[in-house]
């Protein structure tokens, strides 16, 4: 099959606003017969059920929390791009697009970043109508502030809660939907089949996870917002639930999968203390705008961070990438830290951590504002610091907190200690223009999809792509298909699709139940994780993607014999569900493994140790690999890749540089 | 530090929704580092490694931010700490050799589901009633159009940050969801995009809670102690202002 992204002709500046006049529409009438499963309520599957359902669909959601509103989305915390250039310092719609794909090191579609930094305004502008509460200035107009690879501020933000405050926004419009009868909601109920008739997407098989039972559902066309894979490292920021099961049945059910190998390790998590560890904790990239990240000069320095001296420190952002400093992107952020914490430069009990130090700014930056704005003259150290660490308490005291909480230490006093962990999948399903898999009638939205990050996303990029898919794309793509199924009448689930796929699931559960081997589900989604972690994670090469594939398959055969699932299927058993979950993630590695593998370069947080500058940065090979990599399932885990080439014709790209 | 410590566990376990829970004994090793649920992670380990059927409880992202996770401990929801979830609890609030007690949250609107876990879904419906503005995708002006002063958009914000945890519920002898609701209408009635549906909005949220079998509210202030976003007593003030106010206005 050829992959088509059906991006829209003409100059890059008029393509959406072409499509949007041109593209098929479904009158109100037929709106009403037209039913829309959306899987997922976090920002892109809540504001995409709540959009829909305003303009007449008839929506049913789903989510395996036991409300939308946890989605993980609510855990986001340092803001959202958008090019509205409130603060004049010379933003556009053209640099956000140009950020994003020089961001993403050149492995991203331009016509989709373009309609992304297009409908960028619209998401701040529909928030706030919502009521959602960002931070202001005084005057009582937005604030902003920067975030890592961008020289303007256009990050808005609500404290270090913004992910929250935008999710309870989509939330309330999605509520009340459903209190006006157009969302039929599905809480605690996992999607677990996709269902195809006659090579369309037709509706899911979805769990009650109260109750254990299986459950059909018909539908025109199937939305996936169920956001992305990151657990497959069992230690990440992510939420303990997150997961790539829809995806992966999706994928099983034809759906090609793009990039699976690109993900994002995010230089600013709190550094892993024991091997009980059951997730990491993010410290906002927010932090970065006032945080500077140093370790000392010399190895196995053991001094207390206090009490080593200015001259002794290395900022070693500052010093190898002056223009961009300790705002460069994630991925060689990350790589950096790595760097001097291999070469035994690491700070803390594991040595495996740098220094993100506040003392300079709260002192200099905002001490001496608040002095003179307090008529103080000459304040002494001490004054400068109390003052500054009022506005830093201000700007991220919920993110201080959290620190102290968990390591028991005030960043107020001394420095936070913290290490790259895995925090985002860039790769996803395959999708096109229109947000459509390779299979018709089957969306994915989100972080679910592979679609506007490239090889590295930019920090507060991934709620706008959320809600502007949810919100502002998905609500007009649709149209072109569902344009077509107008005259379809629901299918009865009696139909033999669903028997299949309901049969499938339920084989699969049976059989989880009935190996009643020795060790338990977290024990293999833990080894699964250090094999991803140390073969296919902030560095990666051939012999070592190699011997993890091989190990993969040796754990997937070693689970399928001796996994222990307690309970039963006909009752709450959150063991059988983890249980599901680990099995996709033990097929899912593989594939990420072999992805790797065949991407002979380094690209944005895919870096292969083999292709590197000679001063460590990521070596791209644009003649053979300026192409999305899609995968086909061809039979049980064997794959076959597509290639989609990209095409630049509006940015010139370039060897990525921020020094 | 010390760096190993032993816990014995008083756990409710109950079956089902139908079924009479009772509670279970049990003893964990553990270090102080550890988070309360990570303890619950070893003891899941052990009574999956013993053949035993693990205790359910709800959680997702561990940093308090999801309101997912619900356990009263020792009597209180979320446990000792104040202004904390019980995925923030870490085993160095404890003591090499304490007895904890571990329950779900306690409430007609809150049936079990199964041992640790509840169902929250009648605070869904309460926002489904009116917490919201009625405003389509589309429909807004340019976000800079509207000021707002710092002030107001600070408190607005801080009645926000409620997490819908349900504490304050199982904190108050009368299962009162007061707090939860208080804190929606007043982000709401604050904030100038909220004015339209100011009067409605309250009726409309105050009848459901109602409705739901949520207790009555006398005052004790047991939900906003326990509340682990520190959302103030204040919002119940309000709360009855701006439902006495719609009353008055015949809503
Ligand atoms: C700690 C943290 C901080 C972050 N901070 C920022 C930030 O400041 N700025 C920024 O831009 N990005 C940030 N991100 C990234 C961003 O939060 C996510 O990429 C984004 O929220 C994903 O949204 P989503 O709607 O695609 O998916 P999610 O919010 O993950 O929602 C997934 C939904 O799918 C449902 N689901 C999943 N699988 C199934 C299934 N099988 N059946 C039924 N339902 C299912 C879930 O119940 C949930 O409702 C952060 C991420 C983390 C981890
Ligand atoms: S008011 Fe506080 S205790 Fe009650 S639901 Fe909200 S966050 Fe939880
Ligand atoms: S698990 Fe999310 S708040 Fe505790």
């Given at each position: 099959m050829k992959l088509e992204s059906k991006i829209p002709e003409g100059p890059i500046s008029e393509k959406w606003t072409k499509f949007k006049s041109m593209a098929p529409l479904v009158n109100p009438a037929n709106k009403r017969h037209i039913e829309i499963i959306v899987v997922g309520t976090g920002l892109a599957g809540a504001s995409a059920a709540a959009s829909l359902a305003e303009m007449g669909y008839k929506v049913s959601a789903f989510c395996f929390?036991?409300?939308?509103?946890?989605?993980?989305?609510?855990?986001?915390?340092g803001g959202i791009n958008a090019a509205k250039n409130y603060q004049n310092d010379g933003d556009s719609v053209f640099r956000l697009f140009y950020d994003t794909i020089k961001g993403g090191d050149y492995r991203a579609r331009e016509g989709n970043v373009h309609r992304l930094a297009e409908v960028s305004t619209s998401i701040i502008d529909q928030c706030v109508a919502q009521g959602v509460p960002f931070a202001r200035e005084y005057g009582g107009t937005l604030s902003n502030r920067s975030f890592g690879g961008?020289?303007?501020?256009r990050t808005f933000y609500a404290a270090g809660q913004t992910g929250q405050q935008l999710l309870l926004g989509a939330y309330s419009a999605l509520e009340r939907q459903v209190g006006l009868g157009n969302v039929k909601m599905h809480n605690r109920h996992e999607m677990v089949e996709v269902v195809t008739i006659e090579g369309k997407a037709r509706g899911i098989i979805a769990r009650?996870?109260?109750?254990g039972k299986l459950e059909r559902f018909f539908s025109h066309a199937v939305l996936l917002?169920?956001?992305?894979?990151?657990?497959v490292f069992y230690?990440?920021?992510?939420?303990?639930?997150?997961?790539?099961t829809a995806a992966w049945k999706a994928h099983k059910a034809g759906a090609y999968f793009g990039?699976?190998?690109?993900?994002q390790i995010h230089p600013t998590c709190i550094p892993v203390s024991g091997h009980y560890q059951s997730k990491l904790t993010l410290m906002s990239e927010s932090l970065r705008n006032d945080g500077r990240i140093w370790v000392p000069k010399?190895?196995?320095?053991?001094?207390h961070p206090n009490n080593i001296p200015e001259d002794e420190r290395d900022y070693y952002l500052e010093r190898r990438?002056?223009?961009?400093?300790?705002?460069?992107p994630r991925d060689i952020a990350s790589r950096a830290a790595k760097e001097r914490c291999d070469g035994g430069y690491g700070v803390g009990p594991s040595k495996m951590a740098v220094y993100l130090d506040f003392k300079y700014n709260m002192m200099q930056k905002y001490g001496r504002t608040e002095a003179s704005k307090h008529n103080?003259?000459?304040?002494d150290d001490a004054t400068l610091l109390r003052l500054g660490q009022e506005v830093v308490k201000e700007k991220y005291g919920n993110l201080f907190d959290m620190y102290k909480q968990i390591t028991d230490e005030d960043p107020y006093e001394v420095p936070m200690r913290i290490y790259p962990a895995v925090h985002y999948t860039m790769g996803g399903l395959w999708v096109d223009y229109n947000l459509m898999?390779?299979?018709?009638g089957l969306y994915a939205l989100g972080e679910a999809n592979?679609?506007?990050?490239?090889a590295n996303r930019l920090g507060a990029s991934a709620l706008m792509q959320g809600l502007a898919d949810g919100y502002f794309v998905i609500p007009l793509t649709i149209g072109s298909y569902l344009s077509g199924e107008i005259h379809t009448k629901a299918i009865p689930t009696s139909h033999e699709a669903f028997e299949a796929a309901e049969n499938r699931a339920n084989e699969r559960i049976q059989n989880f139940l009935n190996i009643?081997?020795?060790?338990?589900?977290e024990s293999y989604h833990r080894e699964l994780g250090l094999i991803m972690w140390n073969k296919c994670g902030m560095a990666r090469n051939e012999k070592g993607l190699n011997e993890a594939i091989a190990e993969i398959r040796a754990l997937r055969e070693d689970f399928y014999k001796n996994v222990r699932v307690p309970g039963t299927d006909k009752e709450f058993n959150p063991e059988l569900d983890k249980a599901g979950r680990v099995a996709d993630f033990l097929e899912l590695g593989e594939l990420m493994c072999i992805d790797a593998l065949n991407r002979n370069e380094s690209c944005g947080g895919h870096?292969?140790?083999?292709?590197?500058?000679?001063?460590g940065e990521a070596l791209r090979d644009d003649e053979n690999y300026k192409n999305v990599f899609a995968w086909e399932h061809?039979?049980?885990n064997k794959w076959e890749l597509h290639k989609e080439e990209l095409i630049y014709e509006n940015i010139k790209i370039q060897q990525r540089s921020y020094k | 530090m010390k760096h190993s410590m032993k816990v014995n566990l008083q756990v409710w376990r109950q079956k089902n929704a139908q079924a009479q829970g009772n509670f279970e004994n049990y003893s964990v090793e553990t270090?102080?580092?550890?988070s309360f649920l990570e303890m619950f992670d070893v003891l899941n380990e052990q009574l999956i490694h013993d053949g035993k059927e693990p205790v359910a409880f709800d959680h997702d992202?561990?940093?308090?931010?999801?309101?997912m996770c619900s356990m009263v401990i020792n009597g209180n929801p979320h446990g000792?700490?104040?202004?904390?979830t019980t995925c923030q609890l870490?085993?160095?609030s404890f003591n090499d050799g304490d007895t904890i007690v571990v329950e779900p949250w306690r409430a007609n609107a809150f049936p079990v589901i199964k041992d640790l876990s509840v169902n929250r879904s009648s605070f869904d419906r309460i926002i489904a009633s009116?917490?919201?503005?009625?405003v389509n995708t589309g429909?807004?002006?340019?976000?800079?159009?509207i000021l707002i002063p710092k002030d107001i958009a600070d408190e607005a914000f801080e009645a926000a940050t409620?997490?819908?945890?349900?504490a304050c519920v199982s904190a108050c002898k009368n299962a009162s969801a007061m707090l939860f609701v208080g804190a929606k209408v007043t982000q709401l009635s604050l904030?100038?995009?909220?004015?339209?549906e100011r009067q409605s909005r309250v009726v409309a949220m105050v009848n459901q809670m109602d409705a739901e079998g949520f207790g009555a509210c006398t005052n004790t202030g047991a939900c906003a102690a326990e509340c682990p976003k520190g959302i103030p007593l204040s919002v119940i003030a309000t709360l009855n202002r701006e439902y006495t106010s719609a009353k008055l206005n015949g809503k």
């Open positions: 929390q036991d409300s939308p509103r946890r989605a993980h989305s609510i855990a986001a915390q961008t020289q303007v501020q009650n996870l109260v109750t917002c169920t956001g992305g894979y990151g657990n230690l990440s920021t992510n939420a303990m639930g997150s997961n790539v990039n699976p190998c690109f993900t010399k190895q196995n320095d053991d001094r990438y002056p223009a961009f400093g300790n705002l460069v103080i003259e000459n304040p898999t390779t299979v018709p592979f679609s506007d990050h490239g009643k081997g020795t060790r338990s589900v870096f292969r140790e083999e292709y590197q500058t000679e001063d061809t039979e049980n | 270090n102080p580092n550890m992202c561990r940093e308090g931010i999801c309101g000792p700490k104040q202004a904390i870490h085993m160095r009116g917490g919201f503005v009625s429909n807004a002006v340019d976000a800079n159009n409620c997490i819908g945890c349900g904030l100038p995009q909220g004015q339209a």
